[in-house]
Structure formats: structure tokens, C-alpha cells
């Protein structure tokens, strides 16, 4: 699926989740964010940055310098208290909505078999 065209507005609307949701599982650097979700969703790196200083910004999120082994030291970003209950609430309310949008789109196919 990572090389097919998703709709922008899409990836807009759930990238904050994906970030927050690979945060609660570790804290990770920048760039390891971006290559596991492209490995789902094709973003750039562009798209990333701004969204963790805003979650940073927010309070969702903080940051630690780590040296590397493979370079300069990396900033990693943990997820905090606020965070992981924004993403709680948000993870539900993703949930209400694409069990809505299932549902509509459901009564749609059965509008087209009657």
C-alpha cells in the first residue's frame, strides 16, 4: 500500500494519530518515525517535522538528545501523561468515526444491489 496515491486530506487527519500511537509503544528520533510510517503511508519528511514541534509545542510530546554511533546525536521524543490521554481519546473517537464511515458506506453498497 506504500506506493499507492492515498488522498492528502486523509493522511492530514490520521498522521498525528500514527506518530502518537508509535510514541506510546517507544520514543523514537525523527526520521525513524518517517521510515515506519512510509512503510505504510507515503509521507516525506517534510510532513513530519512540523507535526512533532506542534506535538512538542502542544505538551503531547518532549524531547531528549541521544548520541549515535551512526553519526551526530539524534533528538528522540517520548510521549508524556497529556499525550498518551489525548491519544486515548482520539484513538476513540477514530474508532467512532470509521465505524460511521463503514456503516455508510455499507448502506451505500446495499443501495446499489437493491
Given amino acids: 500500500m506504500a506506493g499507492e496515491k492515498m488522498n492528502t486530506q486523509f ?4 498522521l498525528g494519530l500514527c506518530v502518537l500511537v508509535l510514541l506510546k509503544k517507544k520514543d523514537c528520533y525523527g526520521y525513524e518515525l518517517v521510515e515506519t510510517i512510509s512503510q505504510h503511508i507515503e ?32 533528538k528522540y521524543y517520548h510521549l508524556t501523561d497529556l499525550g498518551i490521554t489525548y491519544l486515548e481519546k482520539q ?3 477514530w474508532q467512532h468515526f470509521a465505524d460511521s464511515v ?3 458506506i455499507e448502506l451505500g453498497d ?5
Avoid at 493522511?11 to 490520521?14: A, I, N, P, Q, S
Fill in 11 to 14: 493522511k492530514k487527519g490520521v
Fill in 43 to 74: 509521507i516525506s519528511e517534510g510532513t513530519i517535522y512540523p507535526l512533532l514541534r506542534k506535538l512538542t509545542t502542544d505538551g503531547m510530546c518532549t524531547t531528549y538528545l541521544q548520541e549515535s554511533n551512526e553519526g551526530p546525536s539524534r
Fill in 91 to 93: 484513538l476513540i473517537d
Fill in 102 to 104: 463503514e456503516t455508510i
Fill in 110 to 114: 446495499d443501495l446499489n444491489h437493491e
